[in-house]
């Protein structure tokens, strides 16, 4: 699946601002990947996307 190319836009450039989140997210299986996405759909803000995907590392990595 190529989920780059479907990722949101404020996701994806949050996941730029952090190198190690990009990494866990791009090593999850694509179930992982479908759930951390539909997860965005919650998000209000970009400071709030940033801490989202600022806690991928502490919940798939850590």
């Known amino acids: 699946m ?3 190319s479907e990722l949101p836009l404020g996701f994806s450039m949050a996941l730029a601002k952090n190198p190690d989140a990009l990494i866990v997210f791009s090593k999850l299986p694509d179930s992982d990947k479908q759930a ?4 965005t759909h919650n ?3 970009k400071v709030e996307m940033q801490e989202y995907v600022n806690n991928l590392t502490v919940k798939y990595d850590g």
């Open 2 to 4: 190529d989920m780059l």
């Open 36 to 39: 951390v996405l539909s997860g």
């Open 43 to 45: 998000v209000k803000s």
